[in-house]
C-alpha cells in the first residue's frame, strides 16, 4: 500500500461529515451482507453516520443487489479482490467520518453497538480500539480477544476458545492486547497515525497486527462485553476455498512472526510447520498435499525472514 498517498489524502480532507464511518468488506457474500445491512439499518446510531461497502470483486450479483436494496449506502466495487485489509483501507480513504467502525459481512445487529462503542472512545481519550462482545449464531459465546500471538499465547487462546463457551458474567471493559476485527470501533486519528492496515495481510492476523502497531504508538486497545452482535463466522465454504484460507493462515502467522516476534520464535513457528506438514505433504493427496507443499515452501522460504 502507499501508505503515505493515504495519510496525506485523509489529512487533507475537509471537515469532517460524519461522525462514524461504517465500513464493510464484502466477496461473494450476497445474502450475508444484506442479512448484515437490514439489521444494522434496523438498530441504526443517533448519531450522524454512513456506510461504506467495499466489494473485493465478487462474481455472485452482490454489487447489483447492494446498489439497488441500499441506495442509501456507498458501494465501491473493486476489479479484484484485495482482502480484508487492504480492501477497508481502500474504504477509509474514501471515508469522512472521524470514528471508523469496521464490521464483517457476516455479522446480526441485535441492537445499536455503534453510539456506545463510539461514547466509550470519547470517554478513553487514550484507547484506540473497542471490540464487542461476538456471539455464535445460536448465541454461545465467541472468543474473540487475547493476548499478542506467541508460540505460548497462540496455544492458550486455542485453550480458551475450546473451554470458555459461556458469556461473562463480568461484562466491565478490559483492557486487551488484540481484539477481533469482526467488529471494531477505531478512532481515525490512531488508523491514520500508525498507517493503516498492512497489506501483506491479506486475511488472518491483521487485527493483532493492527492492534500492536496502536499499542506501540502509544493507544490501548479494549474489549466492551457489554454490547454484542451475532458473528457466523463466513457461513459454508467449499472445501478449495476452506484450504486456501488455512493457507493464508499460515502466512498471515509466518508474517506476524517475522515482523513482531523474535528470530527464536520465528525459526521454532517455522521448525513447527515443517514438521507439521511434512507428514501431509507424504502421506495426503489432492487439496490437503498442494496445502502442505505451499505451508512448507513458505516456512523454507526468505519470505518468513526479517528484512
Not at 112 to 125: A, C, G, R, S, Y
Request: a positive charge.
Amino acid at each position: 500500500m502507499n501508505y503515505l498517498r493515504m495519510m496525506v489524502y485523509m489529512e487533507n480532507k475537509p471537515e469532517n461529515t460524519s461522525v462514524v464511518s461504517i465500513v464493510i468488506i464484502n466477496h461473494n457474500g450476497k445474502n450475508q451482507i444484506e442479512e448484515c445491512l437490514r439489521s444494522f439499518f434496523a438498530h441504526t446510531p443517533g448519531d450522524p453516520f454512513e456506510v461504506i461497502v467495499v466489494d473485493n470483486d465478487s462474481k455472485d450479483g452482490s454489487v447489483e443487489l447492494l446498489k439497488s436494496k441500499f441506495p442509501q449506502i456507498r458501494v465501491l466495487a473493486q476489479k479484484k479482490n484485495y482482502g480484508f485489509g487492504k480492501g477497508n483501507n481502500i474504504g477509509v480513504s474514501e471515508s469522512s467520518g472521524n470514528f471508523l467502525f469496521f464490521v464483517n459481512n457476516d455479522t446480526i445487529f441485535k441492537e445499536d453497538i455503534v453510539t456506545p462503542l463510539i461514547q466509550f472512545l470519547k470517554e478513553n481519550p487514550s484507547c484506540g480500539a473497542v471490540g464487542p462482545l461476538l456471539l455464535n449464531s445460536d448465541l454461545t459465546y465467541q472468543h474473540s480477544y487475547g493476548k499478542f500471538p506467541s508460540l505460548m499465547n497462540e496455544l492458550r487462546t486455542k485453550r480458551d476458545t475450546a473451554l470458555f463457551k459461556n458469556i461473562p458474567k463480568d461484562r466491565s471493559p478490559r483492557q486487551v492486547d488484540w481484539i477481533s476485527f469482526a467488529a471494531v470501533m477505531i478512532r481515525r486519528s490512531a488508523f491514520v497515525k500508525v498507517n493503516g492496515f498492512d497489506e501483506r495481510y491479506f486475511i488472518y492476523f491483521e487485527d493483532a497486527d493492527l492492534c500492536f502497531r496502536l499499542q506501540n504508538a502509544g493507544y490501548q486497545s479494549f474489549y466492551c462485553a457489554e454490547y454484542s452482535l451475532i458473528h457466523r463466522c463466513g457461513g459454508s465454504r467449499s472445501q478449495r476455498v476452506t484450504n486456501m484460507i488455512r493457507t493464508e493462515y499460515r502466512r498471515s502467522q509466518l508474517l506476524f512472526y517475522a515482523s513482531h516476534r523474535s528470530w527464536f520464535e520465528l525459526s521454532a513457528l517455522r521448525f513447527y510447520l515443517l514438521l507439521r506438514f511434512s507428514y501431509s505433504f507424504l502421506c495426503t493427496r489432492g487439496e490437503e498435499h498442494h496445502r502442505a507443499r505451499s505451508v512448507i515452501s513458505m516456512a523454507l522460504s526468505s519470505y518468513a525472514n526479517r528484512s
